[in-house]
């Protein structure tokens, strides 16, 4: 079954530290992963897209790494600042014509002064 | 700034009555999508159109779900007849899909209550 799992459900961290977040998947046939950040009370949007050959991919302060072999992907926040504070979304698209995206359930991240 | 739009924003209705949802994708794409999000589901695809052909609708009730694009400019979705568990955020989003790697851009959601 195609699956996306995110941990930790919800993090809070002090402003100016960094943070990671994990994403596993269980997807087939795998052509993509992205990472989206939903603010609250807005649609998601997206912060990177990275194909199976690539390791990292860089947005700013967000740091995307895709490990393919293990079906593993991690985004790493630098120096988080309040308005960090957001849900971030891993999602995967099927390799497939359809292209659907497969969400992961999200990882609620606030950030305190 | 080309963004998708949504309305209504907020919708609050009585179990039984009619809902649609309107949505403007943004002028150029492709392909639409709608999905449903609630706390304990996370975002779940219900519809998408490609060339507002629909591709895929099974993750819709169909019985009481329907959605349609009447032209390119526009992209609906009706619940009919609507019931508490229906109370969500329904957000449309659109993207040009000429490969895997395509952006999708979100609306900002319509946010449905029905009591």
């Known amino acids: 079954k195609n699956q996306v799992e995110q941990s930790p459900q919800s993090l809070i961290i002090l402003e100016g530290k960094n943070c990671t977040l994990q994403?596993?998947?269980?997807?087939?046939?795998?052509?993509?992963l992205r990472w989206y950040k939903q603010d609250t009370g807005r649609g998601p949007v997206s912060l990177t897209i990275m194909t199976f050959s690539e390791n990292t991919k860089s947005n700013g302060r967000y740091t995307a790494t895709l490990d393919a072999d293990t079906k593993q992907s991690s985004l790493h926040i630098t120096a988080s600042q309040l308005s960090d504070s957001a849900s971030y979304i891993c999602?995967?698209?099927?390799?497939?014509?359809?292209?659907?995206?497969?969400f992961g359930s999200g990882t609620r991240l606030l950030v305190r002064p | 700034d080309a963004r998708v739009t949504q309305t209504p924003r907020h919708k609050v209705t009585e179990m039984g009555q009619e809902v649609t949802m309107r949505c403007q994708p943004i002028l150029g794409h492709n392909t639409v999508f709608w999905y449903r999000q609630t706390m304990m589901q996370g975002l779940e695809l219900l519809a998408y159109?490609?060339?507002?052909?629909?591709?895929?609708d099974s993750g819709m009730p169909k019985d009481r779900f329907s959605a349609e694009m009447p032209d390119a400019t526009l992209a609906t979705l009706k619940i009919q007849p609507s019931e508490p568990r229906d109370s969500a955020v329904y957000f449309c989003?659109?993207?040009?899909?000429?490969?895997?790697?395509?952006?999708?851009?979100f609306g900002p959601g319509t946010r449905l209550t029905v009591t």
């Open positions: 159109f490609r060339n507002r052909a629909p591709l895929d």
């Open positions: 989003a659109s993207g040009l899909v000429t490969g895997v790697a395509y952006e999708q851009y």
């Open positions: 994403c596993n998947y269980t997807v087939s046939p795998f052509s993509n």
């Open positions: 999602v995967v698209t099927l390799m497939d014509s359809s292209y659907k995206l497969i």
